[in-house]
């Protein structure tokens, strides 16, 4: 995968998470995922997938 592609669904993921999570918790409200703790773990979920996207792996020889 290139590096521009990992970073940009890293950043996607991580957005999404964040959402995801703060409906889960029911900081956002609007929604049937309000107040779900599934959404509170998907959107964790998705938020450490893609901050490990956006982690500098380093290149193998």
Known sequence: ???????????????????????????LEGSFMTGQKLWTTIGLLCAFGGLV????????R
């Open 53 to 60: 996207l956006l982690i500098p792996w380093p290149k193998k």
């Open 1 to 27: 995968m290139g590096r521009k592609l990992a970073t940009g669904l890293g950043i996607v993921l991580l957005l999404l998470g964040g959402v995801w999570t703060a409906q889960g918790l029911g900081h």
